[in-house]
Each structure stands twice: as C-alpha cells, then as structure tokens.
Nanobody, 122 residues
C-alpha cells in the first residue's frame, strides 16, 4: 500500500520561505516520478513541480519557476518542496503525489497524500 504524508505547511508572510516534506511508504521515490500539486479554494487542482525517477530531471509550473525547488532524499524516501519568495497567490493546500512518468498534469499521478495547508499573508 502506497502512502504519502506531507508536512511543513503553515502561515507565513509574503517573501518568506517554507519547506514541505513528503514521506513515502510502499513505493521507492527514486524509482517513480514524484510531484507537488496544489489547490486553492474555488480553484482546480494545479501542477506545481515534479521530479523524474532516476536521473532527477525536474519540471515546474511557470508561476513558481525560479522560486520553488523540488528534490528528494532517497535514503529517507522523502520528497521536498523548497518554497522561497512566497506570494499570497501561493496560498493553497499542497499535495504530494507519485506516478509512473514525469508529467505536469495532475491526472498523471496515481497516489496522493492528504495535503498540507500553506497560507501566505500580504
């Protein structure tokens, strides 16, 4: 059974940083694509960032490129999302997810965590 547990969300001010963590069990993170997606109130779930299995190629949504960094620690079977220069429009529930292939569509991910709330005040 694949389980993903996110942590690290919170309430911050614009310009601050946060690091989200996602501990994975039942699947080896280095063997699968891992991603972060988010959903703001009243909006559809949207892609944020993903990292490919193996070599670690990464892709980002244009809205976060240059500010967010996805990474993984294979020894801890954990995926991270470092978020810098946060903006109020980054406010959302952030979900960790895993899939077989690197992609930027939330429908391409098979398993999801429960999410962690990130709120950025202006």
């Amino acid at each position: 059974q694949v389980q993903l547990v996110e942590s690290g969300g919170g309430l911050v001010q614009a310009g601050d940083s946060l690091r989200l963590s996602c501990v994975v069990s039942g699947r080896t993170v280095s063997n699968y694509a891992m991603g972060w997606l988010r959903q703001a109130p009243g909006k559809e779930r949207e892609f944020v960032a993903a990292i490919r299995a193996g070599g670690g190629r990464t892709i980002y949504a244009d809205s976060v490129k240059g500010r967010f960094t996805i990474s993984r620690d294979n020894a801890k079977n954990t995926v991270y999302l470092q978020m810098n220069s946060l903006k109020p429009e980054d406010t959302a529930v952030y979900y960790c997810a895993t899939g077989r292939f690197l992609n930027n569509d939330y429908r391409g991910f098979e398993y999801w965590g429960q999410g962690t709330q990130v709120t950025v005040s202006s």
